[in-house]
């Protein structure tokens, strides 16, 4: 039985290959891993929620705890945020971690370590979902198929969305996302010129209005599809971060009051992750497509896996 579990993501791969992710740039060694679960094996004196032996899944953002946004509850956009693999906070790809126990969550005896470790991609789908409002009545789009495009969907049926739209470059992305649950498919292109047809594609397919989408991905083109795609009213939720600086036309968005609303990781989502794992809700199992141990060789190997995409979703270290 492995003692902890950190999951490999794309944001890692971004840091190997150009050392920035947003404005977050690598400027020495550091740790990488975020996503993560583990055994307890030591406790502080104060610590009495805890005992050694637990199992628990990690939230790995350390807010300050006192400024104006800590002190509101919108503790993930503390500027003084230390984040597990966010330069320079080492992450949690190693064999021990110390963090606080109020950040560390019980898991249920029917959760497994590598879901449990899933609880922080999937934060960011119910965060999303959370500031969107999405329920029983929100036909939802999302676009991308990647992790966090099918973790989203999985909280979008979670929350009660009863149709949903997922989209992607690729077809076996697109597969997957339909074995995952999805309604509807749409095939889309990475040419800006193909807005239009792309959007005409996705209302065809969705027959009705889209409430909501997310872009999960963060390109001009994804995320003017998203705005021309939903219906005047809706909102336009921007979760990927592909491009630092995006070139997009906000007229018809602002003429058909589109809003578009920021998501930044999450906050208090842990308790509801775990309850939606624990009660059947939510499987995070499918996604889990590649298992590695701690080695150099396997290392690498992983590294090339995630990288490449492809059938790989998540990227297990069993350590
Ligand atoms: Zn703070």
Redesign the pocket.
Known sequence: MPKAVTAYCMQNVVYDQTMRCANFIVKKPMVIGHECAGIIEEVGSEVKSLEVGDRVALEPGI?????????AGS?NL????RFFGSPPTNGSLAHKVVHPAKLCYKLPDNVSLEEGAMCEPLSVGVHACRRANVGPETNVMIMGSGPIGLVTLLAARAFGAPRIIITDVDVQRLSIARNLGADETAKVSTDIEDVDTDVGKIQNAMGSGIDVSFDCVGFDKTMSTALNATRPGGKVCLIGLAKTEMTVALTPAAAREVDVIGIFRYRSTWPLCIEFLRSGKIDVKPLITHRFGFTQKEIEDAFEISAQGGNAIKVMFNL
């Open positions: 807010s300050c705890g006192h400024c104006s946004l800590c002190k503790y503390c500027p003084e945020m």
